[in-house]
Antibody, heavy 121, light 108 residues
Framework: QLQLQESGPGLVRPSETLSLTCTLSGASISSGPYYWGWIRQPPGKGLEWVGTIYYSGSTYYNPSLKSRLTMSIDTSKNQFSLSLRSVTATDTAVYHC?????????????WGQGALVTVSS | DIQMTQSPSSLSASVGDRVTITCRASQSIFSYLNWYQQKPGKAPRLLIYAASSLQSGVPSRFSGSGSGTDFTLTISSLQPEDFATYYCQQSYNTLMYTFGQGTKLQNK
């Protein structure tokens, strides 16, 4: 049974970098054909796709975040990570990691429970 | 970007009711539309993928239909555990996934 677990600091200061890691259990991140993604949700608001990464390292970012975002994957640790630079209060959200199937009929079918990250001084 | 618009934004219903939620895309997305359920403090749960395919383990009272720009999620007989917020999401543009704003289903 695939499980995903987010980890990282819950509080980040404005202008600094938000870093989160998603650790998989029950499946290999490099087994394919799945992609791995981040989706965030500001408190009381809807869902926003952040970005997606394939085990080969190919990345796809939300254009509105692209200039500040880096995603990476560590197959040896069965993890993938997110780094969002120069954060502001608008980046405060619950960040979920999730598995995405391949192709256009893809859906986010397994989710982590989410990690609340607050941007505040 | 493909904009996804759900209606209504909130809905009050009773156990046993038939409930329909609508999602409209700003351009044709063929059948590349997914539906999720989210309860407070929990991660979203995939209900329907590719507009009408039921995800494994999801009760058959949930169904999806539509293609092009107009889609619906139907709950045939509302159960107490179905009160939640529902989101649609398009997967046609794989370079920019977008979600609807959500529909909150409340107990009347």
């Amino acid at each position: 049974q695939l499980q995903l677990q987010e980890s990282g600091p819950g509080l980040v200061r404005p202008s600094e970098t938000l870093s989160l890691t998603c650790t998989l259990s029950g499946a290999s991140i490099s087994s394919g054909p799945y992609y791995w993604g981040w989706i965030r949700q500001p408190p009381g608001k809807g869902l926003e796709w952040v970005g997606t990464i394939y085990y080969s390292g190919s990345t796809y970012y939300n254009p509105s975040l692209k200039s500040r975002l880096t995603m990476s994957i560590d197959t040896s640790k069965n993890q993938f990570s997110l780094s969002l630079r120069s954060v502001t209060a608008t980046d405060t959200a619950v960040y979920h990691c999730a598995r995405l199937g391949p192709g256009m009929a893809a859906a986010f079918d397994h989710w982590g429970q989410g990690a609340l990250v607050t941007v505040s001084s | 970007d493909i904009q996804m618009t759900q209606s209504p934004s909130s809905l009050s219903a009773s156990v046993g009711d038939r409930v329909t939620i609508t999602c409209r895309a700003s351009q044709s997305i063929f059948s590349y539309l997914n539906w999720y359920q989210q309860k407070p403090g929990k991660a979203p749960r995939l209900l329907i993928y590719a507009a009408s395919s039921l995800q494994s383990g999801v009760p058959s009272r949930f169904s999806g239909s539509g293609s092009g720009t107009d889609f619906t999620l139907t709950i045939s007989s509302l159960q107490p555990e179905d009160f939640a917020t529902y989101y649609c999401q398009q997967s046609y543009n794989t370079l920019m996934y977008t979600f609807g704003q959500g529909t909150k289903l409340q107990n009347k």
